[in-house]
């Protein structure tokens, strides 16, 4: 399987140090402490990532390749407090140009803890890949924090906000703690990564 063979390839402080620009690349966006990395984790069955209590663990774009021209790309958290308000600012714009820029980029999957979905960060976030038409995948993670029904209520609201703005996304459950929800996620990077 594709996904269980990813390796990590390196962490790029901005854009200029990415890997070359070219095949497939799907990147993980999210909160601080929304469980980005923990996912991805979870996805390959590694431990590539680095996880952390402490928000705002990972500073760097990390890039991880599957094969010769496929990546998964784990980015910056966004929204954490404590950072101060320039190194805010410049992650939030390289945030932005990576987005807008990188063509190797096909699909992006958006983190969101489901007991605090769509922040004023997660729209702007949707918006910046809207503008660029990318394919969306909008996780609601830690779903092992709320019992079946509310868990359920929450996808529905979310599946609800999205289509009132015209966002076309796909919305799913996830947990990395219960391994939760990975199918799904395979199914749809196959579809970005064209496998
Ligand atoms: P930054 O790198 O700081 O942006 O954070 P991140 O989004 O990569 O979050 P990370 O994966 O490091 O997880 C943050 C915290 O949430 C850690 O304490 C994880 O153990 C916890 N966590 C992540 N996924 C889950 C989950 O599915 N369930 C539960 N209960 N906790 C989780
Ligand atoms: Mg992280």
């Known amino acids: 399987q594709l996904y269980a063979q990813a390796q990590y390839l390196l962490s790029a402080p901005s854009l200029k140090e990415c890997p070359e620009d070219t095949g497939w690349e799907v990147a993980f966006a999210g909160r601080s402490n929304a469980g980005k990395s923990s996912a991805l984790n979870c996805l390959t069955s590694a ?12 500073q760097l774009i990390n890039f991880f390749s599957l094969d010769e021209q ?61 503008q660029r038409d990318l394919c969306l ?18 996808l529905l609201a979310v599946q609800q906000q999205l289509e009132e703005e015209g966002i076309a996304a796909q919305v799913a459950l996830f947990s990395s703690l219960k391994s939760e929800g990975c199918a799904p996620v395979w199914r749809w990077l196959d579809q970005q990564l064209e496998v």
Request: charged letters at 30%; aromatic letters at 8%.
């Open 47 to 58: 431990r590539l990532a680095r996880t952390s209590k402490t928000p705002g663990r990972t």
């Open 70 to 130: 496929r990546r998964l790309v784990d980015l910056p958290g966004y929204g954490y407090a404590k950072v101060p308000e320039a190194m805010r600012r410049q992650w939030g714009e390289q945030l932005g140009r990576y987005i807008l820029e990188r063509q190797a980029l096909r699909g992006f999957v958006l983190l969101m803890d489901i007991r605090h979905p769509l922040t004023d960060y997660d729209w702007q976030l949707i918006q910046v890949a809207h």
């Open 137 to 154: 995948l909008v996780l609601l993670t830690k779903s092992d924090k709320l019992k079946r029904g509310p868990a359920k209520n929450q």
